[in-house]
């Protein structure tokens, strides 16, 4: 049996002033930095294997305080970030002598990126419901196959995180190994709407805390048998 354990970045600045988000790559506010370390201390009695994150920087930034502040949950291994480990143009120049059992990699991918947000990035959530009307953005922000104006559906989201967890994250967990995976309320949504087989119907309820660990426990047939939320 193997732990995945899924988070969402701490609160972002655009996060703290309300505004949509999706690609638009925003860092940490101060109180998202303080919201990874508390998710750092909450995983100390944990050991992760391997981290993945999306590309953008507040899932990273999540990643890396998690695994550096109470740094237990590493095992005394050291975090290496894997910039372009995917590209076949990569030439390994961050290669280096060593043991390569002492690295932690975090594996970066686009595939975990938010739901992009299209013409709606930028925009400030309460304004665009004035103007739009409550429901209709609610539809783009929480239905399952609504697409915001220019940008992807949660269906659109899902059929790029779900593959890539399946095919990159499950190997790992499948051997056993634990694994950290820091990513977006929606693109970890679109996740958790595989894992806990919830139904377009279900999933505009499913609301994701910033900072917040998911722990699954998993067999090596891929099958969850427990999930706890790491709440106050
Ligand atoms: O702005 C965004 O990218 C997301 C996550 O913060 O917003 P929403 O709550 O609408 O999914």
Do not use: H, M, Q, T
């Given at each position: 049996m193997a732990q995945l354990i899924l988070l969402r970045h701490g609160q972002s600045l655009w996060n703290a002033s309300n505004r949509f988000t999706g690609w638009v790559d925003v860092p940490l506010s101060e109180r998202g930095r303080a919201e990874a370390t508390i998710a750092s201390c909450k995983l100390r009695n944990y050991r992760v294997q391997v981290c993945f994150t999306s590309m953008l920087m507040r899932a990273l930034e999540t990643a890396v305080i998690c695994l550096t502040e109470c740094d237990e949950i590493c095992g005394g291994k050291i975090p290496i970030i894997k910039h372009n480990a995917d590209d076949p143009q990569w030439q390994g120049w961050d290669q280096?002598?060593?043991?390569?059992?002492?690295?932690?990699?975090?594996?970066?991918?686009?595939?975990?990126?938010?739901?992009?947000?299209?013409?709606l990035q930028g925009l400030n959530k309460a304004e665009t419901a004035e103007k739009y009307g409550e429901d209709q953005v609610y539809l783009w922000?929480?239905?399952?196959?609504?697409?915001?104006?220019?940008?992807?559906?949660?269906?659109d989201t899902m059929n790029r995180t779900v593959p890539f967890f399946k095919d990159r994250i499950l190997a790992h967990i499948k051997q056993g190994e634990n694994v950290l995976v820091s990513a977006h309320g929606n693109s970890l949504r679109s996740i958790l709407m595989y894992l806990d087989h919830l139904s377009p119907e279900d999933v505009p309820q499913l609301e994701l805390k910033t900072g917040v660990p998911i722990v699954y426990e998993i067999d090596a047939k891929g099958e969850v048998q427990s999930k706890v939320i790491l709440n106050d």
């Open positions: 280096y002598g060593g043991n390569v059992n002492d690295e932690l990699p975090i594996i970066p991918s686009a595939a975990l990126d938010e739901r992009y947000y299209g013409n922000r929480r239905s399952f196959s609504e697409r915001p104006p220019g940008g992807e559906s949660l269906e």
